[in-house]
């Protein structure tokens, strides 16, 4: 019955979608997201994200929006897996609106931007020639600068170092102009640039410049990442006094930044808000159907109806924010009991551990990757993989979140 009067409904209900101002609306939704996970407040991201995919009355680009921010939502929380998902969702629906190609173009970018922060170089190059094909049409300035900048590490790596400074610099300007508080990722590259050019004088200025630029606008995980930098670059070098502060530094501010439990408990709210959305879609399916059999009555009983809905929704949306606050207090209440209950019974002085497998469990314990436990014990990370695989065996557990 909705679909069969749903074109009547659009038609006579134009004017007043018309009145929302759809480019103001989004935007003002994206400035809101990005305050959020300035804050690192990603679940309420994620949940005011939802609220639009979910919503029968959202247009197609709408959906792709809200996906593309989720897109962002994640990436801020290094899940590249899932940030992948997501513009693979917001491309489906993206392409069902009127602004296909700027649609194509634009996830096309982030795809770019997760290839070159997985170090994947070559699908990311090959992304990069396409846009610069195009012109980068349909691209906003932020984003034209760094495909610039990816384009300008990607020459150094090729240790052309000079169309790498070139285009470094080109980016700089770009950033610093719209921007600004992303300028430490593009001090992070000349960081890597200079080294390598042995001009250390420059490189030590902008991983100072740049930590400064991280913490005026509250970026920690730009703070992480001129870290992880300067730590490579030392150890690179042989220079292993300053690799041990810098690492100290790091772990710092890991402690207050830990990602990893961030994204478990942003996965668990974002299938609870799911479900809730679903349920709430189902019990008011039949209420829907009175609404738009009587909108078909008459113009003014159509505009009548129209508006009710809209104060309808807005009263479920705020039943909604009440009752995922609701659920989001009992997944911290039932993880921060998992996590107790998870320390008392796993005592590993229970077992015959050497000391190397202790201190990796330590290192888990605080939140480190594989790849970071390597980096501190200056072992690969295979290695690390296989005093694991022994640490399971000897704890009888079947995954490390159980030696947490």
């Not at 870290?227 to 220079?239: A, K, L, T, W």
Request: hydrophobic share 35%; with cysteine.
């Amino acid at each position: 019955m909705i679909k069969k009067h749903f074109p009547l409904l659009l038609l006579s209900l134009f004017v007043f979608i018309q009145s929302f101002g759809q480019p103001e609306k989004l935007k003002k939704l994206e400035n809101q997201i990005k305050t959020l996970n300035d804050n690192l407040q990603y679940e309420k991201s994620i949940a005011l994200l939802n609220d639009i995919i979910n919503n029968p009355d959202a247009s197609h680009y709408d959906k792709y929006y809200a996906y593309l921010l989720e897109s962002f939502t994640y990436k801020r929380l290094f899940n590249y897996t899932k940030t992948l998902h997501k513009l693979d969702l917001a491309l489906a629906e993206g392409l069902q609106s009127d602004l296909k190609e700027e649609v194509q173009n634009t996830i096309t970018a982030e795809k770019c931007f997760v290839y070159f922060d997985t170090q994947d170089y070559p699908k990311a190059e090959a992304l990069i020639v396409q846009l610069r094909k195009l012109n980068f049409k349909h691209l906003s300035i932020p984003t034209q600068s760094w495909i610039i900048m990816q384009d300008g590490y990607i020459k150094m790596l090729n240790k052309d170092y000079v169309k790498s400074e070139q285009l470094l610099d080109e980016a700089d300007a770009l950033v610093r102009a719209n921007s600004p508080e992303n300028l430490p990722n593009i001090y992070g590259k000349k960081i890597e640039l200079y080294n390598k050019m042995n001009l250390f004088e420059k490189r030590d200025y902008a991983f100072k410049e740049g930590l400064q630029l991280a913490k005026k606008y509250n970026k920690v995980k730009y703070e992480l990442y001129l870290h992880q930098v300067m730590r490579n670059i030392f150890q690179e070098n042989e220079d292993y006094k300053n690799a041990f502060f810098t690492q100290k530094k790091y772990d710092s501010i890991v402690k207050y930044y830990n990602a990893t439990d961030t994204n478990g408990k942003l996965e668990l709210a974002e299938k609870k808000l799911e479900d809730e959305n679903r349920k709430l879609k189902e019990k008011n399916e039949k209420y829907i159907d009175y609404i738009l059999y009587g909108v078909i009555v008459s113009l003014l009983l159509l505009l009548f109806f129209a508006v009710r809905l809209y104060q309808t929704n807005m009263a479920r949306r705020i039943l909604v924010e009440k009752e995922n606050t609701r659920i989001h207090d009992e997944i911290e209440r039932l993880t921060q009991a998992l996590d107790e209950k998870g320390n008392a019974t796993l005592d590993v002085s229970n077992y015959n551990l050497t000391e190397r497998q202790k201190e990796i469990i330590a290192y888990i314990r605080s939140g480190l990757t594989n790849k970071e436990i390597a980096s501190k014990l200056f072992i690969s990370e295979n290695t690390v993989k296989y005093h694991l695989k022994i640490i399971y065996e000897i704890l009888d557990v079947a995954h490390r979140s159980a030696i947490r």
